[in-house]
């Protein structure tokens, strides 16, 4: 018996149990240390009171025989489906009807397993620095090639460097610069970890690219409830053409709080054929009636109440709460003399670390003289070196105390 | 863009897919007849108070910021994994420790992703009739070769047939008959299809062979619950050796009834090592941080509960339920002239088609005269051919009337 060779070629452990062990290792050293924590992106507002009692009531239809659910449909619920397609894609004026939409338990499984419907030897482009989860999904697949070290670059990878001179957005692959052409495209945008977001204009071009090179484009839509300004899309699909090139995965976690409920979705378009003319659309759900039994009744339900007159109400005012966090940090460390971007259609706030520190140093540095947690931006990737990401997703006293104490080193 | 080309050699869909298909058919072609479903393995009793309880009380903490839940641990709460080494392990005499434990969504998940923390040449072996999950997963996964049609067996998987002469149960694979040796050995038992379930001396013999030829044996112990009697081991961990070559999956769905919760754990002891000395608890850990965001914190409160002495009492009452129902199937059948086995450590009926006719003509037959709806024995394997499954996990009432209308054709 055998171990799959691919997962022995990653490299370290995922970046936030890295980051988790350090932490714990200092507070044990440090025990009179009070810690704030911006730096996985988790949410740290409770669940609001529409969902609590879509949660209580679909527990309470659990009790009784007439009304218990067993086993869900593998792609989601009706219900839920239904409203999804109505309030992010109908009401936006997108083609998205209810069965392209998959309900998943979260954008993260999505985007790990997404891939497993491409053939092996495909070929990935992913924006650097990037949300990790797309690399090491793919290095356990197989298709990333050999590392380089001196590059810090995976061999078969296509990268699109995030930096300062573009704006710390991915820019369409130029081919001349590696002859490869990517089948697969990870786009995240509101961009984690730069909080960069791409405009409808750019975004249009990597539809149109790929569209004209028959690559398919995985955009991540995790943070598209921090969008402010009007030019900035909400889904890929006020693109035209983004059915024939696009899947788009989205996340319950950072509008409605929903990191510990655990809800998500994905759409798959009916006209996403790949070159033989197999519908994706056909994959992706045999995948989820294979190996997934259908996220559980009762997040559904909550997941349902999100879209209620009330529960957009509610999510909009968790939204408005990070997104003060969000511009407390930009215009605290603006103040301290950091250069910082992010923060304004997104929960993420990118600065450039002082004194021409490292990524790391400058994370053990915040650790040790500030007790804030952050995250390194070459944790991401190269480009990402000399970079680090804060979230805002802390309570506004942990944020407004962490800057204090940033301001105060 | 190419899609991966092992999904394309699925045959058909998803088994209970297929039936659900005919049923919705049937039913839309006979609005006015009641159906009884005895054919996926779904629950029908509520969850009970405890249970209920539990939901609640998570529920709430989710609504104050003080006792909020943002992204569980990767591999599980603690309260739970401990609950589970102490009653699932510890009081049967098993030396599983709680990090050895990985909380889940459930067993079904597992069982379609264990198989990727393997090489991709591995040989599979598994029982014929087998849950299709296991063979599905890894023909996604380009393992099992081609499909022989005569045969209907895939060729580079080992099959373990489960016939009359051999009580429903596998036996350990022959090095003769194939002259491969098989790197995972996929065991249910209790067995879902055949209800038949492996003594401790004939699972004994498995985890030697497997010692012997460094396999692995993927352990489902999904309807452990239903074990009545006392030379059936309800953990592979009772068997000397185990930790070396066995891998367990557990699920909360068929004692609890949380087919529509979704809560499970696989167990992946630190002693089980490739043969390169890979430790493959630590690639099933990676798994979990890398494609997974951990299983609801409501949810893993209500496993907890599972495991309190009322919880205790409320599961083994659930089971005793269906297994009054599984009585009234086998006598019923019985007193109808039918050949029929299981039913005694596990929820599941298995029944030899009358008159010789096909499973799926039986299939047919029993959902036109009868209206009553089981599962084809053929859909499970060749050598389920001219047998079928019916459930005990329908209500009494459902039960009852299902088997006056078999017994009345």
């Not at 609590?52 to 009706?78: K, N, V």
């Not at 511009?327 to 103040?335: A, P, V």
């Not at 670390?353 to 931006?377: H, I, R």
Request: aromatic fraction near 12%.
């Amino acid at each position: 018996m055998k171990a799959n060779p691919h997962y022995l070629d990653l490299r370290g452990s995922y970046l936030f149990s890295t980051i988790g062990k350090k932490v714990a290792a200092y507070q044990k050293e440090n025990p009179d240390k009070t810690i704030i924590r911006l730096g996985i992106g988790d949410v740290t507002q409770p669940l609001t009171p529409t969902i609590i009692e879509a949660l209580h009531m679909a527990t309470d239809e659990m009790a009784h025989a007439e009304t218990f659910r067993g086993y869900a449909p593998d792609l989601g619920y009706d219900f839920l489906r239904n409203a999804i397609a109505e309030n992010d894609y109908m009401k936006r004026g997108c083609d998205i009807a209810p069965d392209e939409i998959f309900v998943s338990d979260g954008a993260k499984s999505d985007s790990g397993n997404i891939q497993e419907i491409f053939a092996e030897d495909s070929v990935i482009a992913v924006a650097d620095p990037v949300y990790p989860v797309y690399v090491d999904t793919n290095i356990m697949s197989g298709r990333c090639g050999s590392f380089d070290e001196s590059k810090e670059q995976w061999s078969k990878v296509i990268y699109m460097p995030c930096t300062a001179e573009n704006g710390f957005s991915p820019q369409v692959p130029s081919e001349d610069a590696s002859g490869k052409t990517p089948d697969l495209i990870y786009l995240c945008s509101p961009n984690n970890p730069t909080g960069s977001a791409l405009t409808r204009e750019q975004l249009q071009k990597f539809v149109d690219y790929a569209n004209a090179h028959h690559s398919v484009i995985i955009y991540d839509a995790a943070y598209e409830a921090y969008i402010s300004e009007p030019d900035i899309p909400h889904s890929i699909y006020e693109c035209k053409g983004a059915r024939t090139c696009a899947i788009e995965l989205h996340s319950f976690s950072k509008n409605a709080g929903f990191t510990g409920v655990r809800l998500g979705y994905t759409v798959v378009p009916y006209d996403l054929v790949d070159e033989n003319g197999v519908q994706m659309r056909t994959l992706w759900a045999r995948r989820h009636g294979t190996k997934f039994n259908g996220a559980p009744y009762i997040q559904q339900r909550a997941g349902e109440a999100v879209y209620s007159p009330e529960g957009q109400k509610e999510v909009q005012g968790l939204v408005s709460y990070y997104m003060e966090n969000a511009k407390m940090i930009l215009e605290g460390l603006r103040d301290a003399g950091f250069t910082v971007s992010g923060g304004i259609n997104a929960p993420y706030i990118w600065l450039k670390t002082p004194d021409g520190m490292t990524s790391w140093e400058f994370f053990d540095y915040l650790l040790d003289k500030a007790n804030v947690v952050g995250t390194p931006g070459s944790g991401f990737g190269p480009s990402g070196e000399g970079y680090f990401r804060l979230t805002a997703f802390g309570s506004h006293a942990n944020t407004k105390a962490a800057i204090e104490r940033i301001k105060g080193l």
